[in-house]
DNA sequence: AATGCGCATTAACCCGGGTTAAGAGGAGCG
DNA sequence: CGCTCCTCTTAACCCGGGTTAATGCGCATT
């Protein structure tokens, strides 16, 4: 038994049109979305009224707020569909009980979380130690496709600083490359 | 079976004086500890000699390189004792075979994994979000002990500044102290 | 008492990013 | 075609935090 065979018999189809949203800041939505197309952005409304942005997530990402599960809150954060997209949706209780009943569930889901944290880490160490520039950059390596699909102004938001400051870092960035090389 | 038995069946005492380092970046240690007694520091040296401090660790708590396990890596961080301290050093293999052997050690990891998820969640979202002066204030409602028990500079790599610029957070809020109530 | 060391404070200067506002370029639509 | 909306860019100004360096202070050592 598998978290994909668990998919396959209890998950139900969700589909969202480019703006729409799977469940919101406040929603009591216990459930595991798994992407299967599209593009989608996790983002959380501060009390300023200013966005931040969490993750983007592609196919085959997994989410769901673990602290509507976790403590019975209510969900942390938003999830909204940057183009059409289609889900499976989960209910972690299917889930849990499932990594109850068998081995491998657990282990997977001990796997994912375990990933999940380092993702988290990896993160916490970037915005901590590296300036916005660099951030920049290595999102540019890692994920050129993204850079394409989102506007700038969420890009910036992931990155943690205004669209008027990406645009001066991307500035900055093309000037010294073209006047580094000598 | 509880992770609690396994400690008491197959951990080590490691006993570490003040200074004293459980283990360091790049080391191939593949251990949970667990803090008994003491308070220690977990700690990133970043690539241009910094120092960034990751977390704080009181008795009760529990830490090691996941990724040193997870993917067969080395340690990303140091631990080291800020007080004479005493931890127990558990295998993750035995860890991991426990996990895989009772569905209670599973469930504890899944919770322990998730807690700790959430905690480093809520600290992105505070790294984002909330200017410094704010993470210092909100630090020392929430540990007070804490701020007296560690130097100034390391409660600064904590909240990613550095000691000068706590030193002015610091006067700037009694200022506003002093000169705020009428 | 004198020396040295670690830690905290304060000041002066610089720079990155926030804020606000203005304008430029496209895309869709009447 | 002109209109609006959206995204991105650019500029001007401000402010928080980094950097460096000087000073003060407690504490341990001798």
Redesign the pocket.
Same mark, same amino acid.
């Given at each position: 038994m598998s978290i994909d065979q668990l998919l396959k018999e209890h998950a139900q189809t969700k589909s969202l049109v480019k703006g729409a949203h799977a469940f919101r800041q406040g929603d009591r939505d216990e459930s595991l979305y798994v992407v299967q197309t599209g593009l989608l952005k996790a983002y959380y409304i501060l009390p300023d009224g +200013?966005e931040s942005i969490k993750t983007f997530l592609k196919p085959g990402s997994m989410i769901g707020s673990l602290s509507a599960n976790y403590n019975g809150g209510a969900c942390t954060f938003n999830l909204v569909a940057l183009q059409d997209a289609r889900l499976s949706q989960l209910p972690f209780t299917v889930l849990l009980e499932g990594a109850r009943k068998s081995h491998e569930i657990a282990r997977e889901v001990i796997e994912f979380l375990l990933a999940l944290y380092m993702k988290k880490e990896q993160r916490e160490y970037e915005l901590l130690s590296l300036? *916005? *520039?660099e951030r920049y950059q290595r999102l540019c390596a890692e994920d050129p496709d993204l850079i394409e699909q989102v !506007?700038?102004?969420d890009i *910036?938001l992931y990155l943690?600083? !205004?669209?008027?400051?990406?645009?001066?870092? +991307? +500035?900055r960035l093309q000037l010294s490359e073209d006047g580094g090389h000598h």
């Amino acid at each position: 038994m598998s978290i994909d065979q668990l998919l396959k018999e209890h998950a139900q189809t969700k589909s969202l049109v480019k703006g729409a949203h799977a469940f919101r800041q406040g929603d009591r939505d216990e459930s595991l979305y798994v992407v299967q197309t599209g593009l989608l952005k996790a983002y959380y409304i501060l009390p300023d009224g +200013k966005e931040s942005i969490k993750t983007f997530l592609k196919p085959g990402s997994m989410i769901g707020s673990l602290s509507a599960n976790y403590n019975g809150g209510a969900c942390t954060f938003n999830l909204v569909a940057l183009q059409d997209a289609r889900l499976s949706q989960l209910p972690f209780t299917v889930l849990l009980e499932g990594a109850r009943k068998s081995h491998e569930i657990a282990r997977e889901v001990i796997e994912f979380l375990l990933a999940l944290y380092m993702k988290k880490e990896q993160r916490e160490y970037e915005l901590l130690s590296l300036p *916005a *520039a660099e951030r920049y950059q290595r999102l540019c390596a890692e994920d050129p496709d993204l850079i394409e699909q989102v !506007t700038q102004n969420d890009i *910036a938001l992931y990155l943690g600083i !205004t669209p008027v400051a990406l645009s001066r870092i +991307k +500035k900055r960035l093309q000037l010294s490359e073209d006047g580094g090389h000598h």
